[in-house]
């Protein structure tokens, strides 16, 4: 388990430089009975805030976002607390890289979760927050490695009116001198849509294809879908649970995961170590890499990789339908990698 400090700086440098989007950084969420820890912590959701303290932390992750979308990397970082601040670099990379995308976007506070962890005597290897719903059963999850003692804010804000909305979630620390400040400890960002289509739209099709025992295509939009729709990795919601769910059901037996998938083609097996999806102009790609020896023969790696993609879509032909085009990956140790696309439709 890392340390928070170093989570706080994971939370940063696991950002893609090409889509901004950033690794898993939790695999699992409880959803059980209450830690021994939990009289230590509590949670204070957005309806259960004195409408005074909720415009203030409104406004304390507004003045920060917008700093984000100005590409104002200085005031960022005096915004932000020493430990992190100190490491500043890639948050400087992603803010320059994330601003572009969110200039003239509408800024709005979507969710507030007060995080009230004070009692806490030390850094715990995780620490959840179960944060209940007034008038409902509903409850969503916090789960946070190596927390310190501490008051701290998820706030969940949407940038839209522009082509590629996002949401951006700021995790913010209460200034433990008692000034009433809040700096910046956490920062995530995540598409709102792919090729257009919210992750509801995702949702409902993955089920459509479910329902045609098109198990891949429902799949990678499970996916898909899950990825738009929850904001940060460490939060879950009984709403998400239940895609999970679905996803894991129909989950195809030879997803790679610890172990590749070996697809045979042209008499070559290739090791497909991931398969993921990704929005490119034009719509929504399949995204495959695969393990290759070494990629400093273009001619030749061209020629293997369309027989891959060949005999992918040979095998599954319902992709084509779901899919503007194909991206195939090759990795070798220590060397670039080696990347070609192509559309479906031309792919024979």
Known sequence: ????????????????????YFAALLASFAAAALSPLAHAVSCVTQSQMAAADRNTYAQSARSVASNVQA??????????????????????????????????????????????AGDLKAPQD?????????????VVTLSIPQLPPGTYLLAILHATGVEHSQQLSLILENDPSGSDSWK???????????????????????RNYSQKKQDWNA??????????????????????EKLQKEAQA????????????????????????????DSFP??????ITYKAKDVSDPVALRSQILDLMKALL??????????????VYANAENQHPFAIEMPMNQIS
């Open 71 to 116: 590409g104002n990397v200085a005031a960022v970082k005096a915004a932000t607390i020493a430990s992190v601040a100190a490491q500043f670099d890639s948050i400087a990379s992603s803010i320059q890289a994330l601003s572009p995308q969110i200039q003239g976007a509408t800024l709005t506070v979507n969710s507030l979760y007060l995080l009230k």
């Open 282 to 287: 034009g719509g929504l790609d399949l995204v």
């Open 250 to 277: 129909i989950r195809p037996a030879e997803w790679p995961g610890a172990e590749p998938l070996v697809l045979n083609a042209n008499g070559q097996n290739f090791n497909i170590t991931n398969v993921r999806t």
């Open 1 to 20: 388990m890392i340390s928070f400090a170093g989570f706080r700086r994971f939370l940063f440098d696991s950002m893609c430089p090409r889509r901004l």
């Open 314 to 327: 040979a095998k599954h032909p319902e992709l084509r339908q779901a899919f503007h085009g194909l991206w």
């Open 126 to 138: 995780e620490t959840q927050f179960f944060c209940s719903v007034p008038g409902s059963q509903r």
């Open 219 to 240: 799949f990678l939009y499970y996916q898909t879908a899950a990825y738009l729709l929850n904001p940060v990795d460490f939060l879950s919601s009984p709403n998400f």
């Open 184 to 206: 910046l400890a956490g920062f995530f960002a995540r598409p709102l849509t792919a090729a257009g289509r919210d992750g509801l739209w995702y949702w409902t099709e993955a």
